[in-house]
């Protein structure tokens, strides 16, 4: 994350074509979280199960400038609806906190 970013709170912006809500909810917390202490959540995230293994890496690669937070909420998103198109759709349908919380614990 960029230096002047540090101590605020960050968030994603809204794909409207998308309806990343639910997306940039969930994660928008979990990469507040990480930002706090990154070597702690690092830890914890990587031994929660592969989603959170997978976000801790995309979030190193938002941290080192490779990749912006949207960047990351959509390959995030892009790994959940490849798993389980039905549950993750894209377009106004959308998802629910609820099912992305399932797949991430």
């Known amino acids: ?6 101590g605020r709170p960050v968030g994603m912006l809204w794909d409207s074509a998308d309806y990343s809500c639910e997306y ?4 928008g917390i979990l990469a507040n979280m990480w930002l706090h202490n990154m070597d702690l ?11 959170f293994l997978y976000w801790t890496l995309l979030l190193r690669r ?8 949207e960047g990351a909420r959509d390959s995030m998103r892009a790994r959940m609806h490849t798993a ?3 549950d993750f759709p894209y377009g106004p349908n959308g998802t629910s ?3 992305i919380a399932r797949v991430l614990l």
């Not at 994350?1 to 540090?6: E, F």
């Open 41 to 51: 959540w690092s830890e914890r995230f990587c031994t929660i199960g592969p989603y």
């Open 97 to 99: 906190i609820d099912r």
């Open 62 to 69: 938002t941290d080192a400038g490779q990749l912006s937070l």
């Open 84 to 86: 389980r198109p039905n």
């Open 1 to 6: 994350m960029q230096p002047a970013l540090i």
């Open 24 to 27: 940039d909810t969930t994660l």
